[in-house]
Each structure stands twice: as structure tokens, then as C-alpha cells.
């Protein structure tokens, strides 16, 4: 398996567009993690998926923000309109079901810079 | 809600030396679970090491071993024969099916650089 596939690796964008990250989890991973990791605040849990189902999306901070898993091996995370504040990686990670034997794996992670 | 800490922001150690990362957490529940994640500079977060709160033998995977210590709440990293490559930013995570579902909360890091 190729692992978690994250892209853009890297997104420079202005202030006010629309930003969409994007995220392919490992097959048979059915729980999947989107993170975000600042220097202020380190990593933040924004909203994690079961089966596609989001379970958790208490730590997105407003809603500019949304995520969707239209299936299980495609999920994304959206952003509009963006502002400088949202600079950050964005991480994505999945999970077996036996999530804490097994530990989550992370995606490469988007650096996301809003300019 | 549970709290994880690294006390040290930052650490070095000689190449072939061994050095201990501190990590402390909070928690009222029995039965959880621990993780060392490393973060080099390529930005990957890579597992390390895991250990099951019921289980009292300290995990141990090759050059990387733990201290748990459940009373205390304490959840060090040892890395022996430190190597070049060793150099990231070492994350400690907790993680309880009971309070945080499949959630894991990390602690602030600790940057962890070998020199030569």
C-alpha cells in the first residue's frame, strides 16, 4: 500500500479564495483523521470520519471550514473563504478499525500558506 | 478532558549517546493507550513506539524503548545509540476508547536533535 496520499503537498493562495485539501486513505482504513498542526497550537484534531460517517467535527474552528468522505477512499477538506490565519499542515491520517493497536497513519501533510 | 505535556521543547545529544524525552498526561480512566510519534524534517509523522496501559512490561522496539510509569502518569522515550537520523520533533499521544473515542491528543513536542 502506498499509504495515506495527501495533495497538494504544498498550497500558496491569496486571501478569500477557496481552498480544498485532499486525502486518500489507506484501503480498509475506515476511520479517517484530518489534524492541523501550528506552531501556536500545535496538532489539532479538526473532525475524524467512521465509514465515511463524520463521528467528530467539534474541533473545526468555524465554518469556513468542511470536510466531506463521499466514499472510503477519497475525503476532503475545504476551506472558503480562506484568511492568513489558516496557515498551517493540514494532516490527514487513517485507522483500522483496532485504531489504538494499530495507531494511526499519517498523509505527507499540505503546508497551506495564505498570503 | 485529558491533557498531554512535554516539558522539554528541546533536547540534543551526542551520536551514539542515549537520551530520555519526558512526556506526563492527565487522565482518570484505567485502561488507555500511549504512542511516541516522530516528526523529522520531511514532515511525515512516523510511529515509534505504543504502549497498553494494562500491560505492565515497557514496550520496546530495537533502539527505542519506554519508562511507563502508570501512578505517576509518566510515559518517557529512550532512544539508545542515538543516530543522525534520529534528529525530529518527538510527539507523545494518548489515546482512551472510553473518553476520547478514537480520538488521540498530542502533546506540544519535543524537537530532539543528534549531533555529531
Known amino acids: 500500500d502506498a499509504g495515506v496520499i495527501q495533495s497538494p503537498r504544498h498550497e500558496v493562495t491569496e486571501m478569500g479564495q477557496e481552498v480544498t485539501l485532499r486525502c486518500k486513505p489507506i484501503?480498509?482504513?475506515?476511520?479517517l483523521f484530518w489534524y492541523r498542526q501550528t506552531m501556536m497550537r500545535g496538532l489539532e484534531l479538526l473532525i475524524y470520519?467512521?465509514?465515511?460517517?463524520?463521528?467528530?467535527d467539534s474541533g473545526m474552528p468555524e465554518d469556513r471550514f468542511s470536510a466531506k468522505m463521499p466514499n472510503a477512499s477519497f475525503s476532503t477538506l475545504k476551506i472558503q473563504p480562506s484568511e492568513p490565519r489558516d496557515s498551517a499542515v493540514y494532516f490527514c491520517?487513517?485507522?483500522?478499525?483496532?485504531?489504538?493497536?494499530?495507531?494511526?497513519?499519517f498523509g505527507s501533510g499540505t503546508r497551506l500558506t495564505v498570503v | 478532558a485529558q491533557t498531554v505535556t512535554q516539558s522539554q521543547p528541546e533536547m540534543s545529544v551526542q551520536e551514539a549517546e542515549t537520551v530520555t524525552l519526558s512526556c506526563t498526561y492527565d487522565?482518570?480512566?484505567?485502561?488507555?493507550?500511549l504512542f511516541w510519534y516522530k516528526q523529522p524534517p520531511s514532515r511525515q509523522m512516523i510511529l515509534v513506539i505504543r504502549?497498553?496501559?494494562?500491560?505492565?512490561q515497557n514496550a520496546t522496539e530495537n533502539r527505542f524503548s519506554v519508562n511507563f510509569q502508570k501512578a505517576a502518569k509518566s510515559f518517557s522515550l529512550k532512544i539508545s545509540d542515538s543516530q543522525l537520523g534520529d534528529t525530529a520533533m518527538y510527539f507523545c499521544?494518548?489515546?482512551?476508547?472510553?473518553?476520547?473515542?478514537?480520538?488521540?491528543?498530542f502533546g506540544e513536542g519535543t524537537q530532539l536533535t543528534v549531533n555529531p
Open positions: 470520519f467512521n465509514n465515511n460517517v463524520p463521528i467528530d
Open positions: 484501503s480498509g482504513h475506515d476511520y
Open positions: 487522565t482518570s480512566e484505567n485502561n488507555y493507550y
Open positions: 499521544a494518548f489515546g482512551s476508547l472510553e473518553t476520547s473515542g478514537s480520538r488521540l491528543t
Open positions: 491520517a487513517s485507522s483500522s478499525p483496532d485504531i489504538f493497536s494499530d495507531g494511526y497513519t
Open positions: 504502549q497498553e496501559a494494562y500491560k505492565q
